[in-house]
């Protein structure tokens, strides 16, 4: 059977009772989960007050590890790096710093986790499917995106951290450095770098030993970078189909049914179209209804603005610094160096494109909504009515972005300026 078919058509709602059940959410919660960012407590789930505790003590060595020790061994190790080794260095230096505010801004902030509880008690499109046909069907494909695009994010991030683990791998492999005596005039490759006490260089028990932690907090790193990532963008997923489902209700907001004579200027007496009385009743509940709808979206999107505002700020900082740092290492042109980061380039690169197109998805659909409030049959109604469909066209003349810090807007053209500023500092770094 067709996968896209399925999904769209049955969507598998038989016997769905909260969003919890669907296998997008199945899998951030589990991914979240094995790193203490999941709302388990929030959202009625079990979680022991020592288990969190142990959890977010073991966290909080494990970032502060990272970080700390990739500076330290940069700082003592530094003459004897290569150029391709500090850059190397730096990405990793840069990846952790990440990966430590979001550790500090949303893992253990409960403002990140009573958003997440809004979310999948309240805003999720589950719980305004029944509102209309078209949001049913707006239900249907928001699952359908979050779903593929779930399996996509999660596929990349595998596929990331086993290509940044398995290279040195294979460089060490490939140069006999896993045979024996195959260290004598050489040493061991790693992905990642820390002044251990124990000889991870030449000998290979310390080298395995290396290598299995450097997996593990591949992996914590990956999730902390990859899964926020994932977890925000279903949020403005769900986003952009209530900016459709609002603007399907302006657009198809009901007509009068009557015809009332009415006097103009100068005597002549004209047919219009006016509500009756019981009309503007339902007309005046239904503003009310689109008008809180609205209020409601606003709300959490400006509250995810302030959750999610730190990480996407650190995001926007990483990829200027990463993309100038991996633009230099990979015009080397030597085989080492291409292996290395053209796969990590094109990844990040593409993570920064996606994430920037995803939000942008918010801004134009609320782009929209002016023209859907103005279409409304504002003309047909009574004064008290069009002074709220008035202070309802002022509310949505701005379109609304997530912001980074409050300081720059999410989306295409902070994704464009940034690209262009990462051009620019390679072109000339690579002139020195």
Not at 203 to 208: C, F, L, S, V
Not at 234 to 246: D, S, T
Not at 381 to 396: I, P
């Amino acid at each position: 059977m067709n996968l896209k078919k399925f999904l769209f058509e049955n969507e598998a709602v038989v016997g769905i009772s909260s969003p919890s059940q669907y296998l997008y959410i199945k899998i951030v919660r589990f991914v979240l989960a094995i790193v203490g960012a999941w709302p388990k407590k929030e959202i009625g789930e079990p979680e022991p007050r020592y288990q969190t505790i142990m959890i977010n003590t073991f966290y909080f060595g494990v970032v502060n590890a990272a970080l700390f020790g990739s500076i330290t061994y940069v700082y003592f190790h530094n003459s004897e790096l290569s150029f391709l080794e500090v850059g190397h260095m730096y990405i990793v230096i840069l990846m952790s710093a990440v990966d430590v505010t979001r550790v500090y801004t949303l893992t253990y902030s409960q403002k990140y986790r009573d958003l997440a509880k809004e979310f999948l008690t309240k805003l999720h499109l589950f719980y305004f499917k029944d509102r209309s046909p078209y949001a049913i069907l707006t239900h249907k494909k928001v699952h359908l995106i979050c779903h593929l695009f779930s399996l996509w994010l999660l596929s990349q991030m595998l596929t990331g951290l086993s290509l940044f683990n398995l290279i040195p791998m294979y460089t060490n492999y490939s140069s006999g450095r896993y045979a024996s005596g195959g260290t004598q005039n050489a040493t061991f490759e790693h992905s990642l770098y820390f002044p251990y006490p124990f000889n991870t260089s030449t000998d290979i028990n310390g080298y395995i030993v290396a290598c299995i932690l450097h997996w593990l907090l591949s992996y914590f790193c990956a999730t902390w970078f990859c899964m926020f990532d994932l977890f925000l963008s279903i949020m403005v997923f769900h986003l952009w189909g209530h900016f459709k489902i609002l603007i399907n209700s302006l657009d198809n907001f009901p007509k009068p049914s009557t015809q009332v004579s009415c006097t103009l200027e100068g005597g002549f007496i004209v047919n219009a179209e006016k509500f009756s009385k019981e009309e503007l009743i339902k007309v005046s509940r239904q503003l009310k209804e689109c008008i809180d709808y609205h209020r409601e979206i606003i709300q959490f999107t400006n509250t995810m603005s302030d959750v999610f505002g730190p990480m996407l700020f650190c995001y926007y900082i990483f990829h200027q610094t990463s993309g100038c740092l991996l633009l230099l290492e990979c015009s080397q042109m030597t085989a080492k160096a291409l292996m290395r980061y053209v796969p990590l380039t094109i990844i990040l690169t593409q993570q920064l494109i996606q994430l920037s197109v995803i939000f942008e998805l918010v801004g134009s659909e609320s782009e929209k909504l002016k023209h859907a409030v103005y279409g409304l049959p504002w003309e047909c109604m009574d004064a008290n009515n069009r002074k709220v469909v008035a202070f309802f066209l002022m509310n949505v003349q701005e379109p609304v972005h997530i912001k980074a810090l409050g300081v720059a807007n999410v989306g295409v053209t902070s994704m464009a300026a940034i690209l262009k500023t990462s051009m620019s500092y390679f072109t000339f770094l690579r002139s020195m």
